[in-house]
């Protein structure tokens, strides 16, 4: 018997609470097609929910619309110092 979108998309939401590197994301189950939407930090957690979902019982295939978060500059600088900050008094 073939699954339901609802029941395929309870495992995949189930899967992926047991799966600490998935952030929990949204998920859309169409035909057995689970697409997954958010936004992270970095590859391996946009990696980590396909791989998670994509051999569960009912899963024709993943689309993964994941998108990694862009940091400018300023971002970055601001945890480089906030980094530097916290070795310096650490080590004072």
């Known amino acids: ?16 609470q047991l799966d600490w590197l998935v952030p929990k994301e949204k998920v859309k189950v169409e035909g057995g097609w689970v697409t997954l939407e958010g936004e ?10 396909k791989k ?4 569960l019982e009912g899963v024709k295939g993943v689309m ?9 500059t300023d971002d970055v ?5 906030q ?3 916290i ?3 650490r080590n004072h």
């Open 1 to 16: 018997m073939e699954k339901t979108n609802s029941e395929i998309a309870n495992k995949v939401v189930n899967a992926l």
């Open 40 to 49: 992270l930090p970095w590859n391996y957690q946009k990696d980590s929910p």
């Open 52 to 55: 998670t979902v994509r051999n």
């Open 64 to 72: 993964n619309y994941i998108n990694i978060k862009k940091y400018n």
């Open 77 to 81: 600088e601001k945890l480089n110092y």
């Open 83 to 85: 980094q530097f900050k």
């Open 87 to 89: 070795k310096h008094f």
